[in-house]
């Protein structure tokens, strides 16, 4: 069966940081491209960050650059997302979602259940 299990959201205080993961099972997550997704309360799901195959090009939505880093293990079948200096504005569910080949597209073909993020004091 193939999921993508994510794992690690939490409540943090502002300024913290926190780590992702997404673990695919049911296939080899080396051969997709996979992002980050998030959707808060009353807003429209956005992108956050994606890393392509096979390369592992990434990318960044403005608001996190510099302080959200995606990255892979392909041994572990895991992506990860570091997520540093957060915000109450990052608040959201966090989604991976994940496409065969090189490209993700705005709906990926395969997603997560999600894991909450909630940043507050």
């Known amino acids: 069966q193939v999921q993508l299990v994510e794992s690690g959201g939490g409540l943090v205080q502002p300024g913290g940081s926190l780590r992702l993961s997404c673990t695919a099972y049911g296939f080899t997550l080396d051969n997709y491209a996979i992002g980050w997704f998030r959707q808060a309360p009353g807003k429209e799901r956005e992108g956050v960050s994606c890393i392509s195959r096979p390369g592992g090009s990434t990318q960044y939505e403005d608001s996190v650059e510099g302080r959200f880093t995606i990255s892979r293990d392909n041994a572990k079948n895991t992506v990860y997302l570091i997520m540093n200096n957060l915000k109450p504005e990052d608040t959201a569910v966090y989604y991976c979602?994940?496409?065969?080949?090189?490209?993700?597209?705005?709906?990926?073909?395969?997603w997560g259940l999600g894991t909450q993020v909630t940043v507050s004091s």
């Open positions: 979602g994940a496409d065969w080949g090189s490209t993700l597209t705005d709906n990926p073909r395969f």
